[in-house]
């Protein structure tokens, strides 16, 4: 069974550019969630859908970020215009709905944006 | 809210030593707590995950965990590492009441084994 896919797993952009990050999710998971770590930090939580609905996007950072889940499956993370502060890891996890363990998160590998 | 600290950012350590990564949180409300690992190149995986009952857990791999309530911390440990448990370490917890499954993360230990 594949695991939770992000693309590209690099990318490297110059200051004001777009990039819009996926996220293919393990199918059958309804929960989808974005995670940020900037360098040297700590990985922070950015948004969480459930379906295609935001549940909680609390830690989206402003409004130069852009995140869809279009039928409830793929999602995409989209910053524009990218800053210099954009840059580090951005992880996607997915997990059933249900109390935990339904909850229990899978990640991706994890794309590396670093805005130049 | 809720918050994570890894005291340690870095620990080397020589193989077959042992070795403790420390962690320790903050929640005004019952939290399940979890260990996850990154080795490199690769995505985050679940190491071992405190729920409730018996307050030490342990990995597949030798790794071990204690809950401790009074102390608010989840140290992680193993009695003997090797070469291949170079990875950085994420302590994390997550909220039980209304669970949703976000996590919040502390900043990361990374472990280097020594041969």
């Known amino acids: 069974e594949a695991g939770v896919t992000q693309f590209p797993s690099h990318s490297v952009i110059e200051k004001g550019q777009t990039v819009t990050l996926r996220c293919d999710p393990i199918s059958g998971h309804d929960n989808l969630y974005w995670y940020r770590r900037v360098m040297g930090k700590e990985i922070k939580f950015l948004l969480h859908?459930?379906?295609?609905?935001?549940?909680?996007e609390s830690g989206m950072p402003n409004n130069r970020f852009l995140a869809e889940r279009t039928g409830g499956t793929y999602s995409t993370l989209k910053v524009q215009p990218a800053e210099l502060e954009d840059s580090g890891v951005y992880f996607c996890?997915?997990?059933?709905?249900?109390?935990?363990?339904?909850?229990?998160?899978?990640f991706g590998q994890g794309t590396r944006l670093t805005v130049v | 809210a809720q918050s994570v600290t890894q005291l340690d950012s870095q620990v080397p350590v020589f193989e077959e030593a042992p070795v403790e990564l420390r962690c320790n949180y903050s929640s005004s409300v019952s939290v399940y707590l979890f260990w996850y690992v990154q080795y490199p190149n690769q995505g985050l995986q679940l190491l071992l995950k405190?729920?409730?009952?018996?307050?030490l857990v342990e990995s597949i791999n030798g790794f071990e965990a204690e809950f401790n309530k009074s102390q608010t911390s989840f140290h992680l440990r193993k009695p003997s590492v090797h070469i291949s448990d170079t990875a950085e370490y994420f302590c994390a917890v997550s909220k039980i009441s209304g669970n949703t499954g976000k996590l919040i993360f502390g900043q990361g230990t990374t472990l280097q084994v020594k041969p």
């Open positions: 996890a997915s997990s059933f709905v249900g109390p935990y363990p339904n909850t229990e998160a899978f």
């Open positions: 405190y729920l409730s009952g018996s307050t």
């Open positions: 859908f459930v379906k295609e609905s935001k549940q909680d």
